[in-house]
């Protein structure tokens, strides 16, 4: 692997500062987190851990060579060297694009493990959905709380406790982060995460957007429209934007919990198979030596503000400010968003990727992907050098690109220079001196805005509001055409305890086609908007929640709202008096119903009640 010929960087001291109040914040959890980590790290294999029933049930299905390997004992009662056992967490299913290449991974993981001695088996399976299909439909409320459900899909399959070490199988959205919650809380196993890559190109996301406003006018019918969508979405991979499916692959590279520049190699390119296969040697060369770096302890306070750094120099996923906030808790690690803001402040955006710009994420690669923006990150002072990952060499040999030799052989060379600066830029000359996301708080409470996508003129936003208590009636409104004015369009009862707090990614076609006639449109909700959320301003993820009696409750229509994204402003300039002696409105009996019944939602109305709040990662099992 390539190194750096410069000596040690010093770190940003924003960065610094910011990771040593997360230090001192997450001090007693953290300790006791670690604690836990090196308890479970002490005890010998799980075959000799457990009974012979227990140990008979576990590996009865297992070919009989693999058996005398993880046991010891072949079938003649024959001592025989035992090898590392690792166990696959897989998100498999042909339903999502990202995840259809998974299906033979596990035959190929177990053949290269043979190869070094040791012994795979499938743990199990965890739910995998995707927001593309379930956008404004009732599935969509089960989104975020499919992340626990996958971390507790992750826990159950990790509980039989036989395994060395580990391999999880996911891409997208909520997919990677519940499985790095729940292998978190089985933080003394060394894991690596093996992605799938991205699909080809397709029809540009800028021409997919197009067809999309002109289908809100009512300008393409559902042929057309259906057409271009189809030509977007076309293989297996992840869809090409950068949305949160793309934001999780680039976080993992920033926290070395991949194979060095796995992230962007597409599903059928030659190299992506021997990426695999390496992912089984990786994992195996912690295991093997007697460099102790389980996932607990690669994942520290450092790794976590590597991947915050990453996520704002790239103007990554929204979501990623309620997913992150959730892994760092997993690892005894509180951060806020004060703390993103903090970083936001300073942290330079390298990379234009659809919706921050025209180019996708396999143009992205192309100019120098992941490798480029960490050297840039490390080399500028605003990354951690000093962290373990799940490879020797450290946060540098993220810097590389892989590719195959003549023989087939694996190879990693540096990024170089940006082969495109339209796509990716040096810290030196950025796009933006600032990151791609802002905090904003006022007396309508705490939100977030993705500003790297929203023109620099619609920065702020001052306009009447009108107030919708659900999307569809946003849309009813749209298409009566109520709203050719300027207008801040307000959304409640869309947080998690409300609904599950679904993403609203449908309001971004009638939003942008208000905001391309001229008007100063701004939406403002307790929900989440796709981690493609791009051009109109949203402040969203608004903290308190209307339905634990945010400010939200409280607005009526025709109040004043002003978004400043420059200032971190969210204000509804009503006169304080006023605005304190205003009733709070309930959520409407009708709509409460509602939300509760059908397409299973019933089944996660305890983890709509005990929800946190988004700043807190909207977490249900704390």
């Not at 991979?237 to 499916?245: I, Q, R, S």
């Amino acid at each position: 692997m390539p190194s750096s010929n410069q000596g040690p960087v010093s770190i940003h001291p924003v960065v610094e500062a910011v990771t040593s109040r997360i230090q001192a914040r997450s001090a007693v959890s953290r300790a006791a987190y670690l604690a836990q980590v090196d308890a479970m790290a002490q005890r010998g294999p799980g075959a000799d851990r457990l009974g012979c029933a227990n140990v008979a049930h576990a590996f009865a299905a297992m070919p009989e060579a693999d058996k005398a390997k993880v046991t010891g004992i072949d079938k003649f009662k024959v001592v025989v060297e035992k090898g590392a056992h690792i166990g696959i967490v897989n998100a498999y299913n042909d339903m999502l694009s990202a995840h259809a290449p998974l299906q033979h991974y596990p035959d190929l993981i177990k053949a290269e493990a043979r190869l070094h001695g040791a012994t795979v088996q499938v743990a199990g399976g965890v739910p995998a959905m995707c927001d593309g299909v379930t956008q404004g439909t009732p599935g969509m409320e089960l989104s975020l709380f499919s992340r626990d459900a996958i971390a507790m899909a992750t826990a159950i399959s990790l509980s039989h406790d036989v395994f060395d070490a580990a391999l999880m199988l996911g891409v997208c959205d909520k997919i990677v982060p519940g499985l790095l919650i729940g292998v978190l809380h089985f933080g003394h196993l060394p894991t690596v995460f093996v992605p799938a890559g991205p699909m080809t190109s397709g029809l540009s996301n800028n021409e997919k957007a197009k067809v999309r406003e002109k289908a809100a006018q009512g300008l393409v019918g559902r042929a057309e429209l259906l057409e271009a969508e189809s030509a977007a979405y076309h293989g297996s991979g992840t869809c090409t934007f950068y949305g949160t499916a793309n934001s999780n692959q680039m976080l993992l590279e920033a926290m070395g919990l991949h194979v060095p520049g796995t992230a962007f190699i597409n599903p059928g390119a030659s190299v992506r198979e021997e990426l695999t296969r390496e992912s089984v040697r990786t994992v195996l060369g912690i295991t093997k030596t007697k460099r102790f770096a389980p996932i607990g302890r690669v994942v520290d306070e450092r790794c976590i503000v590597n991947a915050m750094v990453a996520l704002l120099a790239t103007g990554g996923s929204t979501n990623h400010l309620i997913h992150w906030v959730a892994v760092a808790r997993a690892a005894g690690i509180v951060i806020d968003w004060d703390d993103f803001s903090a970083l936001s402040d300073v942290v330079p955006l390298l990379s234009r990727v659809y919706p921050n710009g025209s180019a996708d994420v396999n143009q992205f690669q192309a100019a120098g992907g992941p490798g480029y923006i960490i050297r840039e990150l490390l080399d500028a002072g605003f990354m951690h050098a000093d962290v373990l990952t799940v490879r020797q060499g450290g946060l540098r040999d993220f810097t590389a690109i892989p590719s195959a030799d003549a023989s087939g052989k694996l190879q990693w060379t540096d990024a170089g220079a940006s082969k495109d600066d339209t796509v990716v830029r040096p810290a030196a000359s950025p796009f933006s001196a600032t990151g791609g996301l802002k905090l904003l708080q006022g007396n309508l409470g705490r939100s977030v805005i993705k500003v790297s996508a929203v023109p620099e003129d619609r920065h702020v936003i001052e306009a009447p509001c009108r107030v919708f208590d659900s999307q569809e009636a946003l849309h009813t409104a749209f298409n009566a055409n109520e709203l050719n004015q300027d207008v801040v369009c307000v959304v409640r009862w869309q947080g998690p305890q409300a609904n599950g707090m679904p993403e609203l990614h449908k309001l971004t076609p009638p939003l942008a086609v208000l905001q391309c006639k001229g008007y100063r449109v701004a939406l403002v909700t307790d929900g989440r908007m796709s981690g493609a959320s791009g051009k109109v301003p949203a402040a969203i993820h608004v903290s308190p929640e209307a339905a634990a009696g945010g400010a939200l409750a409280k607005v009526l229509d025709g109040d004043l709202i002003r978004l400043n994204a420059q200032t971190g402003e969210l204000q509804v300039v009503v006169p304080e008096a006023e605005w304190n002696a205003r009733a709070t409105a309930e959520m409407p009996a009708a709509l409460k119903l509602a939300n509760g019944i059908g397409m299973g939602r019933e089944l996660f109305a305890g983890m709509r009640r005990s929800a946190l709040t988004a700043e807190e990662g909207a977490c249900s099992w704390l």
